[in-house]
């Protein structure tokens, strides 16, 4: 959608006019006009209703300002809610006495509703429900017997908040979130939800690119697993797997995806909360898809991408409450990693191909940065002359644009 600084800069060339010319005609300075027209100030109102008439644009200048003027309206309550819900999740840390009111209904909720929306939204949703159980903490106004299950809610929400901003790309606030709901699962003395936390900050530190603390978060993990309760050990086995083939070591990810396949079969009960807090065998399958595509392809590659397609035909053909889109576009991209690795570059072309519509609001962080290194690989001078993959590039690099 053009903006507004956008269409004023387009109207006022088409006119045959100058800033100056145009300055003239809408008596305002010309170095205000050109603040405008590079978006370095917002315009007034009644900048845009002047230029609007002077250009003849039919009120199309008018509509474009009233929308930027609403996406910064919402941006500026977006930032809102990041810095409450922070603030908050400081608060849960540091309180060690802290009671929280149990909202089950509103979590689970949630945990299945985030694999299918948007961050921004379960951000907000998040921080609401949050906010009412930290109310009634304040107050007291909870029963004794219910405290354990009242940490379990603030926990998970704060876990929720953690993926939504790490969606979002900020690692740090990601980090304070995922640290309130490890203390929460320890005043609980909940192994299940401890065990996520380990897996959540390791998938924050695998963001970072720094794989060597990822691994110790994993290994710090496996205290809280056993049992064959969950699928905690499994998803742990999988990000440890992550962390390995990132530092090249094939030989070591490959037996920790193994692993996490034994894992699974030992399982004797499920997770306790489905959606964002489980771990399907899609959701394995996709680990596993996007570990290997960090060797050297060959073997490695050809698993990866078994697992990356085994993963989008498990979500695609499975229940809609376990579907991720976010994770299943994912594993697009790294199903046409893997086939650039093995030099399939049409094949590569086709995986990505239903990525390479989505809107602005749903280009997570992890779609970008992994579009990016695809991008990276086709444009090697191997494929200069190659006509699928110099069109890819271009879309991916219209994608981040």
Known sequence: ??????????????????????????HYDRTSLHHYETGR????????????????????????????????????????????ALAMSRDLTALADLDISELQDGVSATAVDYLASPPGPMMDRAHMLRGEAFERLRSGHHRPQDRSDLYMAAGRLSGVLSYALLDLGDAEEALEHATAAGRCAEFAGDAELAAWVAGTKSLIARFQGDYGRALGYVRDGYQWVGHGQGTGEARLRCGEAQCLANLGDSKAANAALDAAEE??????????LEGLFGFSRAKQSYYAGSSLIWLQGGHDAERAEREATAAIELWQSGPVAERSLDDERLAHIYLATARVQLDDVEGAADAIRPVLSLPVEEQISWIVKRADRLAGMLSAPRYAGNRTAVETVEAINALAA
């Open 1 to 26: 959608m053009t903006t507004f600084p956008e269409l004023l800069r387009t109207r006022r060339m088409q006119a045959g006019l100058s800033l100056a010319g145009l300055a003239a005609h809408v």
């Open 41 to 84: 100030r917002p315009a007034p109102l009644e900048v845009a209703e002047a230029t609007d008439e002077a250009l003849r644009a039919n009120g199309k200048l008018v509509q474009a300002w009233h929308r930027d003027d609403r996406e910064r309206r919402e941006a500026a309550a977006a930032h809102r809610t990041r810095a409450a």
């Open 263 to 272: 894992a699974r079969d030992r399982m004797r009960r499920p997770d306790s």
